[in-house]
Structure formats: structure tokens, C-alpha cells
């Protein structure tokens, strides 16, 4: 493979992955209705799925979720915050969710499906965990299963984010490989 289809079809997979996160305004915009109808649960997924060199999936991922970070965070406080108390307990999620979308190997809705489902319930498990950050809730089991059922709706619309996002990325992507062959990894030509 040339130096230059690697760059390509990486610095595509970059910009759809930065272009797409403005998506995380929409919550920002609706904090009631739409809180985490965002686009980062579908591009951890597409950053494991697509990216050959994994890191590179993990850190465009890690500053995509650190760069919006700092500018939601200003959009609500407007102070600039590099980092927030719990802030390992709401990257981690999305780390494993890259690696659940190295396990994708066939795009297909099928598999996008399960995946997101998967990162959902990653996302849905560890974010709410009460004892590791300060929260309403008691830090006993008791308290985390009331934590766990409070994030239902919240876990509801990541669930729908990823639907839309998903369909985004992956779709648009796919057709994009359909158009042009520089965008195709050496595995598809081999097929």
C-alpha cells in the first residue's frame, strides 16, 4: 500500500470522525431532551472498525472526546477546563468502545447493531458508578442500581445517537470506499 492511500484514507477517517463531533452541540442545545444524543459512541465505533493501526483509532478518539470536552465545558461554565473531577470514569467508556469496534469485521447493520448495544451497556455500567466520583447517590449497591435506573433515558437517547451517527459514519464512509479505491484497505483488494 502507498504512503499516500495510507494518508488519505486516514486523514478521511479523521476529518469525518472531528466534523462529525459537532453532533455533541445537539445535546448541548436540547440538555433535556436530547442528553447524550451524541456522535461518540458511533466514532469510537468507527475509529476500532476502520482505523489498521489501532492507536490511532484510540487517540483521535481521546482528543476528540478531550477537545469537545473543553469547548462544551466552556459553553455551560464559560471558564476553560482541561480536566473535571470523573473525567477517567467518562473517557474509559469510550476507550472500550473502541475496542469493541476492533471485534467489527463486517459492516452490516447486524453487526454495527450489536456493537453499539455493547458500548451502550459499557457506557451505562461505568459512567454511573456512584463511589468513584461524587454523586446523589448512596455509594453502595443499593446506590448505584438507583444511579443505574436514573441513566435509563439518558442511556436511551445514546442508543438513538448511535443509530443516527452510526448510519452517518459508517454509511457514508462505505459509499464513499464504493466511489473511490484509494479510500479501500489492502484486505479489500485482496478479496
Known amino acids: 500500500m502507498s504512503l499516500q492511500k495510507i494518508n488519505t484514507r486516514t486523514i478521511v477517517l479523521i476529518l469525518m470522525m472531528l466534523v462529525i463531533s459537532v453532533g455533541r452541540l445537539i445535546s448541548y442545545e436540547f440538555p433535556y431532551q436530547l442528553s447524550n444524543f451524541t456522535p461518540l459512541g458511533a466514532i469510537a465505533l468507527f475509529g476500532g472498525a476502520y482505523f489498521a493501526d489501532k492507536w490511532k483509532a484510540y487517540l483521535v478518539v481521546l482528543a ?3 477537545l469537545s470536552d473543553i469547548f462544551i465545558n466552556y459553553l455551560y ?3 476553560l477546563i482541561l480536566l473535571y473531577s470523573g473525567a477517567i470514569w467518562v473517557y474509559l467508556p469510550f476507550l472500550i468502545m473502541v ?7 463486517k459492516i452490516n447493520v ?3 447493531g450489536a456493537a453499539s448495544l455493547a458500548s451502550v451497556c459499557v457506557h451505562w455500567l461505568i459512567s454511573d458508578l ?3 466520583y461524587g ?3 448512596a455509594h453502595t449497591l443499593a446506590g448505584y442500581g438507583q444511579s443505574l435506573v436514573a441513566a435509563i433515558p439518558f442511556e436511551r437517547n445514546m442508543v438513538l445517537g448511535d443509530i443516527v451517527f452510526c448510519a452517518i459514519l459508517f454509511g457514508g464512509f462505505e459509499l464513499a470506499k464504493s466511489k473511490y479505491s484509494i479510500l479501500r484497505s489492502n484486505k479489500e483488494f485482496a478479496i
Do not use: D, E, H, Q
Open 110 to 112: 447486524v453487526n454495527i
Open 130 to 132: 456512584p463511589w468513584f
Open 64 to 66: 476528540t472526546l478531550f
Open 77 to 79: 461554565t464559560s471558564k
Open 99 to 105: 475496542f469493541i469496534g476492533t471485534f467489527i469485521k
Open 135 to 137: 454523586t446523589r447517590y
